[in-house]
Protein backbone atom coordinates (compact mmCIF):
# COMPACT_ATOMS: atom_id res chain seq x y z
CA UNK A 1 0.00 0.00 0.00
CA UNK A 2 2.69 2.52 0.99
CA UNK A 3 4.47 2.08 -2.08
CA UNK A 4 1.60 2.28 -4.62
CA UNK A 5 0.28 5.52 -2.75
CA UNK A 6 3.88 7.16 -2.81
CA UNK A 7 4.06 5.88 -6.39
CA UNK A 8 0.84 7.26 -7.17
CA UNK A 9 1.19 10.22 -5.65
CA UNK A 10 4.69 11.24 -7.08
CA UNK A 11 3.06 10.68 -10.40
CA UNK A 12 0.02 12.11 -9.83
CA UNK A 13 0.74 15.38 -10.98
CA UNK A 14 1.22 16.68 -15.16
CA UNK A 15 4.36 17.31 -15.38
CA UNK A 16 5.70 14.31 -13.48
CA UNK A 17 3.46 12.25 -15.86
CA UNK A 18 4.93 13.58 -18.95
CA UNK A 19 8.71 13.15 -17.35
CA UNK A 20 7.43 9.54 -16.42
CA UNK A 21 6.27 8.90 -20.25
CA UNK A 22 9.43 10.39 -21.59
CA UNK A 23 11.79 8.09 -19.73
CA UNK A 24 9.55 4.93 -20.55
CA UNK A 25 11.03 5.71 -23.89
CA UNK A 26 14.16 6.40 -23.68
CA UNK A 27 16.94 7.98 -20.94
CA UNK A 28 17.96 11.49 -20.77
CA UNK A 29 20.23 14.05 -18.84
CA UNK A 30 18.66 16.79 -16.73
CA UNK A 31 19.54 19.63 -19.88
CA UNK A 32 17.62 17.56 -22.23
CA UNK A 33 14.33 16.70 -20.60
CA UNK A 34 14.16 20.47 -19.50
CA UNK A 35 14.45 21.05 -23.35
CA UNK A 36 11.86 18.59 -24.19
CA UNK A 37 9.25 19.91 -21.67
CA UNK A 38 9.99 23.51 -21.91
CA UNK A 39 10.49 23.95 -18.26
CA UNK A 40 13.47 25.13 -16.39
CA UNK A 41 16.19 23.36 -14.68
CA UNK A 42 15.90 23.57 -10.82
CA UNK A 43 11.67 22.58 -11.61
CA UNK A 44 12.49 19.75 -13.68
CA UNK A 45 15.23 18.34 -11.22
CA UNK A 46 12.30 18.65 -8.41
CA UNK A 47 9.97 16.65 -10.27
CA UNK A 48 12.84 13.83 -10.84
CA UNK A 49 13.77 13.68 -7.56
CA UNK A 50 10.12 13.19 -5.99
CA UNK A 51 9.32 10.57 -8.49
CA UNK A 52 13.37 9.23 -7.62
CA UNK A 53 12.29 8.66 -4.08
CA UNK A 54 8.72 7.24 -4.62
CA UNK A 55 11.07 4.58 -6.50
CA UNK A 56 9.85 5.05 -10.05
CA UNK A 57 12.96 6.39 -11.73
CA UNK A 58 16.23 5.17 -11.84
CA UNK A 59 19.02 7.54 -12.04
CA UNK A 60 22.85 6.73 -13.07
CA UNK A 61 25.97 8.58 -13.61
CA UNK A 62 27.61 8.08 -16.18
CA UNK A 63 31.32 10.52 -16.99
CA UNK A 64 29.88 14.20 -16.59
CA UNK A 65 26.44 13.37 -17.38
CA UNK A 66 23.97 12.48 -15.43
CA UNK A 67 20.93 9.96 -16.70
CA UNK A 68 17.80 9.15 -15.27
CA UNK A 69 15.32 6.03 -16.80
CA UNK A 70 12.39 4.35 -15.41
CA UNK A 71 12.75 1.78 -13.32
CA UNK A 72 13.08 -1.65 -14.87
CA UNK A 73 12.77 -3.76 -12.36
CA UNK A 74 11.14 -4.20 -8.34
CA UNK A 75 7.75 -2.68 -6.71
CA UNK A 76 8.50 0.44 -8.21
CA UNK A 77 8.94 -0.54 -12.00
CA UNK A 78 5.37 -2.19 -11.50
CA UNK A 79 3.87 0.78 -10.48
CA UNK A 80 5.62 3.15 -13.06
CA UNK A 81 4.83 0.76 -16.07
CA UNK A 82 0.84 0.61 -15.17
CA UNK A 83 0.95 4.33 -14.58
CA UNK A 84 2.42 4.61 -18.04
CA UNK A 85 0.51 1.80 -19.52
CA UNK A 86 -2.56 4.02 -18.62
CA UNK A 87 -1.46 7.33 -20.34
CA UNK A 88 -3.76 8.38 -22.91
CA UNK A 89 -1.23 8.39 -26.42
CA UNK A 90 -3.37 10.80 -28.15
CA UNK A 91 -3.05 13.31 -25.88
CA UNK A 92 -1.47 16.49 -28.13
CA UNK A 93 0.74 17.79 -25.08
CA UNK A 94 2.38 13.91 -25.05
CA UNK A 95 2.77 14.37 -28.65
CA UNK A 96 4.62 17.39 -28.52
CA UNK A 97 6.62 16.17 -25.79
CA UNK A 98 7.41 13.22 -28.64
CA UNK A 99 8.04 15.48 -31.28
CA UNK A 100 10.68 17.37 -29.47
CA UNK A 101 11.82 13.75 -28.26
CA UNK A 102 12.21 12.85 -32.36
CA UNK A 103 14.03 16.49 -32.67
CA UNK A 104 16.82 15.48 -30.03
CA UNK A 105 17.33 11.99 -31.30
CA UNK A 106 17.50 13.06 -35.08
CA UNK A 107 20.13 15.65 -33.98
CA UNK A 108 22.38 13.22 -32.23
CA UNK A 109 22.04 10.64 -35.21
CA UNK A 110 23.30 13.60 -37.63
CA UNK A 111 26.17 14.02 -35.37
CA UNK A 112 26.89 10.37 -35.30
CA UNK A 113 26.30 9.89 -39.18
CA UNK A 114 28.75 12.78 -39.92
CA UNK A 115 31.38 11.88 -37.88
CA UNK A 116 31.15 8.27 -39.60
CA UNK A 117 31.18 9.81 -42.72
CA UNK A 118 33.98 12.04 -42.22
CA UNK A 119 36.05 8.83 -40.37
CA UNK A 120 35.25 6.51 -42.77
CA UNK A 121 38.98 6.49 -44.21
CA UNK A 122 40.64 6.63 -41.19
CA UNK A 123 37.98 4.69 -39.31
CA UNK A 124 40.74 0.76 -39.24
CA UNK A 125 43.58 2.99 -38.15
CA UNK A 126 41.18 4.57 -35.07
CA UNK A 127 39.84 1.57 -34.15
CA UNK A 128 43.09 0.30 -33.62
CA UNK A 129 44.48 3.23 -31.17
CA UNK A 130 43.01 2.15 -27.56
CA UNK A 131 43.89 -1.72 -27.53
CA UNK A 132 45.31 -3.99 -30.06
CA UNK A 133 42.32 -5.21 -32.41
CA UNK A 134 44.37 -8.03 -32.78
CA UNK A 135 44.16 -9.45 -29.49
CA UNK A 136 40.47 -8.50 -29.71
CA UNK A 137 39.77 -10.33 -32.74
CA UNK A 138 42.07 -13.50 -31.08
CA UNK A 139 39.63 -13.84 -28.29
CA UNK A 140 36.46 -12.95 -30.25
CA UNK A 141 37.79 -16.03 -32.33
CA UNK A 142 37.94 -18.16 -29.44
CA UNK A 143 34.94 -17.41 -28.17
CA UNK A 144 32.84 -17.61 -31.32
CA UNK A 145 34.79 -21.16 -31.99
CA UNK A 146 34.80 -23.25 -35.30
CA UNK A 147 31.37 -24.36 -35.84
CA UNK A 148 30.12 -23.63 -39.63
CA UNK A 149 27.50 -21.58 -39.74
CA UNK A 150 24.72 -20.96 -42.63
CA UNK A 151 23.94 -17.26 -42.17
CA UNK A 152 25.85 -14.72 -40.38
CA UNK A 153 25.03 -11.02 -40.12
CA UNK A 154 27.39 -8.38 -38.62
CA UNK A 155 25.01 -5.54 -37.72
CA UNK A 156 27.14 -1.75 -36.99
CA UNK A 157 29.37 -3.62 -39.98
CA UNK A 158 30.93 0.17 -40.97
CA UNK A 159 34.11 -0.94 -42.70
CA UNK A 160 33.43 -4.91 -42.81
CA UNK A 161 36.61 -5.75 -40.56
CA UNK A 162 34.70 -8.17 -38.39
CA UNK A 163 32.38 -9.40 -41.39
CA UNK A 164 35.61 -10.41 -43.26
CA UNK A 165 37.38 -12.10 -40.19
CA UNK A 166 33.97 -14.08 -39.69
CA UNK A 167 32.80 -14.68 -42.57
CA UNK A 168 34.89 -18.34 -43.37
CA UNK A 169 32.66 -19.85 -40.49
CA UNK A 170 29.40 -19.01 -42.56
CA UNK A 171 27.59 -19.81 -45.73
CA UNK A 172 26.13 -16.29 -46.45
CA UNK A 173 27.55 -13.53 -44.42
CA UNK A 174 26.08 -9.77 -44.50
CA UNK A 175 27.10 -6.76 -43.14
CA UNK A 176 24.90 -4.18 -42.56
CA UNK A 177 25.47 -0.41 -41.49
CA UNK A 178 23.37 3.07 -42.28
CA UNK A 179 26.96 5.12 -43.57
CA UNK A 180 27.58 4.93 -46.93
CA UNK A 181 30.97 6.10 -46.72
CA UNK A 182 31.86 2.86 -44.66
CA UNK A 183 30.02 0.66 -46.69
CA UNK A 184 32.20 1.87 -49.63
CA UNK A 185 34.95 0.96 -48.04
CA UNK A 186 33.51 -2.24 -46.70
CA UNK A 187 32.54 -3.01 -50.53
CA UNK A 188 36.49 -2.38 -51.47
CA UNK A 189 37.52 -4.69 -48.79
CA UNK A 190 35.41 -7.46 -49.86
CA UNK A 191 36.25 -7.33 -53.76
CA UNK A 192 39.44 -7.31 -52.54
CA UNK A 193 39.12 -10.15 -50.49
CA UNK A 194 37.76 -12.40 -53.49
CA UNK A 195 35.12 -13.92 -51.35
CA UNK A 196 32.19 -14.04 -52.82
CA UNK A 197 29.57 -15.27 -49.98
CA UNK A 198 29.84 -11.58 -48.56
CA UNK A 199 27.78 -8.83 -49.09
CA UNK A 200 26.92 -5.84 -47.15
CA UNK A 201 23.46 -3.71 -47.11
CA UNK A 202 22.76 -0.19 -46.15
CA UNK A 203 20.36 -0.84 -43.42
CA UNK A 204 19.25 0.19 -39.93
CA UNK A 205 20.14 -1.18 -36.92
CA UNK A 206 16.88 -0.62 -35.42
CA UNK A 207 15.00 -2.15 -38.24
CA UNK A 208 17.29 -4.96 -40.11
CA UNK A 209 16.38 -6.10 -43.80
CA UNK A 210 16.09 -9.78 -42.98
CA UNK A 211 12.96 -11.72 -41.68
CA UNK A 212 12.33 -13.87 -38.11
CA UNK A 213 14.38 -16.13 -36.70
CA UNK A 214 17.06 -16.47 -39.60
CA UNK A 215 20.48 -15.67 -38.43
CA UNK A 216 22.70 -18.38 -37.06
CA UNK A 217 25.36 -15.75 -35.88
CA UNK A 218 25.32 -12.27 -35.06
CA UNK A 219 27.94 -9.72 -34.29
CA UNK A 220 27.79 -6.07 -33.21
CA UNK A 221 31.14 -4.84 -32.87
CA UNK A 222 31.93 -1.36 -31.02
CA UNK A 223 28.69 -0.07 -32.04
CA UNK A 224 26.03 -0.07 -28.98
CA UNK A 225 27.87 2.61 -27.15
CA UNK A 226 27.32 5.14 -30.25
CA UNK A 227 23.12 4.74 -29.70
CA UNK A 228 20.62 5.90 -27.81
CA UNK A 229 18.85 2.67 -27.28
CA UNK A 230 21.33 -0.38 -26.63
CA UNK A 231 18.53 -2.44 -25.68
CA UNK A 232 16.56 -1.89 -28.31
CA UNK A 233 19.00 -2.99 -30.95
CA UNK A 234 19.42 -6.03 -29.00
CA UNK A 235 15.71 -6.79 -29.44
CA UNK A 236 15.76 -6.22 -32.70
CA UNK A 237 19.10 -8.71 -33.10
CA UNK A 238 17.53 -10.83 -30.83
CA UNK A 239 14.66 -11.02 -33.49
CA UNK A 240 16.72 -11.98 -36.41
CA UNK A 241 18.67 -14.19 -34.45
CA UNK A 242 17.41 -18.03 -35.04
CA UNK A 243 16.70 -19.89 -32.20
CA UNK A 244 19.46 -21.19 -30.60
CA UNK A 245 21.28 -18.54 -32.71
CA UNK A 246 24.44 -17.12 -31.31
CA UNK A 247 25.18 -13.15 -30.95
CA UNK A 248 28.72 -11.72 -30.15
CA UNK A 249 28.73 -8.30 -28.25
CA UNK A 250 32.10 -6.07 -28.17
CA UNK A 251 31.67 -2.94 -26.86
CA UNK A 252 33.98 -0.85 -24.45
CA UNK A 253 33.69 -1.31 -20.69
CA UNK A 254 32.90 1.00 -18.75
CA UNK A 255 35.32 4.43 -18.52
CA UNK A 256 35.40 8.32 -17.99
CA UNK A 257 37.00 9.44 -21.13
CA UNK A 258 34.93 12.47 -21.78
CA UNK A 259 36.57 13.25 -25.19
CA UNK A 260 35.41 10.61 -26.40
CA UNK A 261 31.92 11.37 -26.03
CA UNK A 262 32.67 15.31 -27.39
CA UNK A 263 34.62 14.36 -30.15
CA UNK A 264 33.87 10.72 -31.15
CA UNK A 265 30.05 11.02 -31.18
CA UNK A 266 30.05 8.35 -27.99
CA UNK A 267 26.81 8.23 -26.40
CA UNK A 268 27.49 6.27 -24.18
CA UNK A 269 30.99 5.81 -21.90
CA UNK A 270 30.93 2.42 -22.71
CA UNK A 271 29.14 -0.59 -21.13
CA UNK A 272 28.79 -2.16 -18.07
CA UNK A 273 27.58 -6.02 -17.77
CA UNK A 274 24.82 -5.35 -15.76
CA UNK A 275 23.04 -3.10 -18.60
CA UNK A 276 24.46 -5.73 -21.21
CA UNK A 277 22.67 -8.50 -18.89
CA UNK A 278 19.40 -6.99 -18.55
CA UNK A 279 18.81 -5.81 -22.08
CA UNK A 280 19.59 -9.33 -23.23
CA UNK A 281 17.41 -10.16 -20.56
CA UNK A 282 14.75 -8.20 -21.70
CA UNK A 283 15.31 -9.46 -25.51
CA UNK A 284 14.91 -13.54 -24.89
CA UNK A 285 18.96 -13.29 -24.84
CA UNK A 286 21.07 -15.28 -22.52
CA UNK A 287 24.54 -14.07 -21.65
CA UNK A 288 26.83 -17.79 -21.84
CA UNK A 289 29.88 -15.69 -21.52
CA UNK A 290 31.66 -12.43 -20.75
CA UNK A 291 35.22 -11.77 -20.72
CA UNK A 292 37.76 -8.27 -20.61
CA UNK A 293 40.30 -7.71 -22.35
CA UNK A 294 42.31 -4.59 -19.86
CA UNK A 295 44.08 -2.02 -22.16
CA UNK A 296 47.99 -2.40 -21.50
CA UNK A 297 48.09 1.30 -21.27
CA UNK A 298 47.51 2.97 -17.87
CA UNK A 299 44.46 4.96 -18.60
CA UNK A 300 43.43 2.70 -21.80
CA UNK A 301 40.33 1.30 -22.31
CA UNK A 302 39.05 -1.81 -21.62
CA UNK A 303 37.27 -4.47 -24.25
CA UNK A 304 34.01 -6.32 -22.85
CA UNK A 305 33.27 -9.36 -25.42
CA UNK A 306 29.75 -11.46 -24.40
CA UNK A 307 28.40 -14.34 -25.79
CA UNK A 308 24.80 -14.32 -26.29
CA UNK A 309 22.16 -17.18 -27.39
CA UNK A 310 18.79 -17.14 -28.48
CA UNK A 311 15.82 -19.30 -26.35
CA UNK A 312 18.52 -21.27 -23.64
CA UNK A 313 17.40 -21.02 -20.46
CA UNK A 314 18.84 -17.63 -18.96
CA UNK A 315 22.33 -18.09 -17.03
C1 LIG B 1 32.45 2.43 -34.48
S1 LIG B 1 31.84 1.88 -35.96
C2 LIG B 1 32.19 0.16 -35.82
C3 LIG B 1 32.26 -0.53 -37.15
C4 LIG B 1 32.62 -2.00 -37.09
N1 LIG B 1 31.64 -2.79 -36.38
C5 LIG B 1 34.01 -2.15 -36.51
O1 LIG B 1 34.12 -2.49 -35.35
O2 LIG B 1 34.97 -1.87 -37.21
C6 LIG B 1 30.12 1.98 -35.65
C7 LIG B 1 29.31 1.73 -36.89
O3 LIG B 1 27.93 1.68 -36.50
C8 LIG B 1 27.19 2.28 -37.55
N2 LIG B 1 25.90 2.69 -37.04
C9 LIG B 1 25.65 3.57 -36.02
N3 LIG B 1 24.33 3.69 -35.82
C10 LIG B 1 23.73 2.88 -36.75
C11 LIG B 1 22.37 2.56 -37.03
N4 LIG B 1 21.34 3.09 -36.35
N5 LIG B 1 22.12 1.67 -38.03
C12 LIG B 1 23.13 1.10 -38.72
N6 LIG B 1 24.43 1.37 -38.50
C13 LIG B 1 24.73 2.24 -37.51
C14 LIG B 1 28.04 3.44 -38.01
O4 LIG B 1 27.70 3.87 -39.32
C15 LIG B 1 29.44 2.83 -37.93
O5 LIG B 1 29.84 2.29 -39.15
Known sequence: MEELLAGLRAAGEDTRLRLLH???RAEFNVSELTQILGQSQ?????????????????????????????????????????IVAMIP?????????LARVDEILQARREVADEYFGAN?????EMRSLHISESQVEDALLNMVGKTKVNSFVDVGTGTGRILELLAPLAKHATGVDASREMLAIARARIAESGLDHIQVRQGDIFSLPFDDDTADLMSVHQVLHFLDNPGGALEEAARVLAPKGRLFIVDFAPHELEFLRDEHAHRRLGLSDVDVRRWCGRAGLSVDEHITLPSPKKDGLTVSLWACSKGVAAS
Open 22 to 24: LLS
Open 89 to 97: RTDPVLRRD
Open 42 to 82: PRVSRHLKLMMDAGLLDRFKEGSWVLFRMREEGRGAEIAAA
Open 120 to 124: AKNWD
